[in-house]
């Protein structure tokens, strides 16, 4: 079956550093790729997809690419802020992007430092 | 964007008693909605699909005697943990979508922190 696995945390940053939050995953078919994130106290919120192959995902300055022949989705930032502190999930769809479908990682805890 | 709210956020309860996790959707329709568990440092595992005015569907090896799922309206769905077990402490969280063709973004409530006693 479909399987996410993500860099277990937790990661503690300094204000400006660079941020890789590593995403592997095993799936049948041509998956859809997602970061979600979850600030403390809130859902799950969606931070980035990417659709196919090469396909880059951005929002808010992040960014993964969609590799196939890696399988990997790696989120990075090049410099993050306290603000970014939160639960990241890398997740999976494998088909049509439903939520029906979502597949999740493991979530990494991110703590930024000012 | 969409907001889904989910209620309560923490709740302990003792042994055997049942608790009931409440999934709104504020501000669209959600015909269909989803039940997620998470465990201590897993994945969120999908649990049942909440259908609005008909049964929901459950994955495989979850219990349905066990998890209620009621969608009575466009806007609720509602979780019901029943003879609650220490084993059933658990993150549970909902999730919707938009409807209509090609609205495929799911929107998730905050979650709710379940702590059997």
């Known amino acids: 079956g479909d399987s996410v696995t993500q860099m277990e945390g937790p990661v503690t940053l300094s204000e400006e550093a660079f941020l890789t939050i590593n995403c592997t995953y095993t799936a049948t078919g041509y998956p859809s790729l997602f970061w979600y994130v979850q600030y403390p106290g809130e859902g799950l919120q969606l931070l980035l997809k990417?659709?196919?192959?090469?396909d880059k995902g951005s929002n808010k300055g992040f960014e993964a690419t969609y590799r196939k022949e890696t399988t990997s989705f790696h989120l990075e930032k090049g410099s993050v802020q306290v603000s970014d502190s939160a639960v990241y999930f890398c997740a999976l769809s494998d088909g049509g992007g439903s939520a029906r479908q979502l597949t999740f990682g493991s979530g990494t805890q991110l703590t930024v430092l000012p | 964007g969409a907001v889904v709210s989910q209620h309560p956020s923490r709740v302990i309860c003792k042994s055997g008693t049942s608790v009931k996790i409440e999934c709104r959707s504020l501000?669209?329709?959600?015909?269909?909605m989803f039940w997620y568990r998470q465990f201590p440092k897993q994945s969120l595992m999908l649990m049942a699909t909440?259908?609005?005015?008909?049964?929901?569907?459950?994955e495989q090896g979850v219990e349905k005697d066990k998890f209620l799922i009621n969608h009575a309206s466009l806007t609720l769905s509602t979780l019901t943990v029943t003879s609650a077990h220490p084993e059933d402490s658990s993150f549970y969280i909902c999730?919707?979508?938009?409807?209509?063709?090609?609205?495929?973004?799911?929107?998730f409530g905050q979650g709710t922190r379940l702590t059997v006693v």
């Open positions: 909440s259908n609005e005015g008909s049964k929901a569907t459950y």
């Open positions: 990417a659709t196919k192959a090469d």
């Open positions: 501000d669209f329709q959600a015909t269909t």
């Open positions: 999730s919707a979508s938009l409807p209509g063709q090609g609205k495929t973004e799911a929107f």
